[in-house]
């Protein structure tokens, strides 16, 4: 766990891990042979993963008795002792390394898990630039960072998470979907994605600097509901020849009333950064088979904002940038 992180530290990690971590190995094994269909929403293409592994963090119980009742498995002392790191040490926080692990229940050929060392609530705010200078040492993957009410299954402990690129459609949709500029600069762009994710802000920027300003600036406009610490948000973010993009989705609600209905209207679908992404994660077979377009277009109807809340949004982010 002192080897630094780099491209060749970290395909020899995963060879390493896969190898000799019996549960890891056995579940990167089934994620090759797991079972995906296609669904088109609104002109969305997304994928429907079923992926029994994922049932502990889909059906997790974030509420604070839960959390304060077991052991945080994010924390170094409660992980396998057979899970190995690498260290990233972000400039501005020198004080608190992360460290990059293997995930092991994977919904990516490739993912990652990246808490910070000490135990510390999942708060965004201030530790933004980690992401984006994570995004630029991670070539090839997309970072991911889930709300402690908005999917983390440990919001007491902060983290990121990573899978490789091109596996999410909404990396490569990007480009042909609408979007409504909200700020321009020689470096930087901040738009409204027309879509069916309403609430969807992306920022493209060449400098790293700024656009942690500019999330640091849109995020302080968002609204903090009660018992809430922070606004409601997943994020993605990732860099490509040197320009960093970050898809900020703002939420309405944590989990849909398919997660909660009895009998045939249930859907254990805890939605998440990857769920947005378009690809939904459905652990049992039974939600799997069934789930169709209504049933993805209601879930995205109630956990992300409405579409007049998304246009005060963008009201209220020009009027300070
Ligand atoms: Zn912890």
Redesign the pocket.
């Known amino acids: 766990m002192t080897e630094t992180l780099n491209s060749v530290n970290l395909a020899a990690l995963f060879d390493e891990q896969l190898a000799c971590w019996e549960q890891a190995g056995a579940n990167y094994k089934a994620l090759e042979r797991v079972l995906v269909k296609d669904v088109n929403v609104d002109g969305f293409p997304f994928k429907v993963q079923f992926n029994p592994a994922r049932i502990t963090s889909s059906a997790a119980k974030v509420d604070a008795k839960s959390i304060s009742e077991r052991k945080?498995f994010?924390?170094k002392e409660n992980r396998p002792a057979i899970q190995k790191g690498l260290d990233f040490i972000n400039n501005s926080d020198s004080a608190n390394p992360y460290t990059v692990l293997i995930n092991p229940f994977p919904i990516f050929p490739r993912h990652l898990t990246i808490?910070l060392l000490a135990?510390t609530d999942q708060l965004i705010s201030g530790r933004f630039d980690a992401m984006l200078n994570l995004a630029k040492v991670l070539e090839g993957y997309t970072l991911f960072y889930n709300g402690p009410k908005c999917g983390a299954s440990?919001p007491?402990?902060f983290h990121f998470q990573a899978g490789n690129r091109g596996f999410l459609p909404i990396e490569s949709e990007l480009a042909d979907i609408s979007r409504e500029d909200i700020f321009t600069s020689d470096k930087s762009r901040v738009s409204l994605v027309k879509s069916i994710f309403n609430g969807l802000i992306t920022i493209e920027s060449s400098c790293a600097v700024e656009a942690n300003t500019l999330f640091e600036k849109i995020f302080a406009t968002l609204e903090v509901k009660e018992g809430e610490r922070e606004p409601m948000v997943n994020i993605l973010c990732w860099c490509d020849s040197d320009v960093y993009t970050t898809l900020l989705y703002i939420r309405e609600k944590h989990r849909p009333s398919h997660y909660f209905a009895e009998g045939d209207a249930n859907i254990l679908l805890s939605p998440a950064s990857v769920d947005l992404g378009g690809v939904m994660i459905t652990p049992l077979e039974k939600d799997f088979e069934k789930i169709d377009q209504n049933d993805i277009r209601e879930i995205l109807n109630e956990i992300c904002i409405s579409e007049p809340k998304s246009l005060a949004i963008v009201n209220k982010i020009k009027s300070i940038l």
Do not use: E, R, T, V
């Open positions: 945080c994010l924390c808490p135990h440990a007491d402990h």
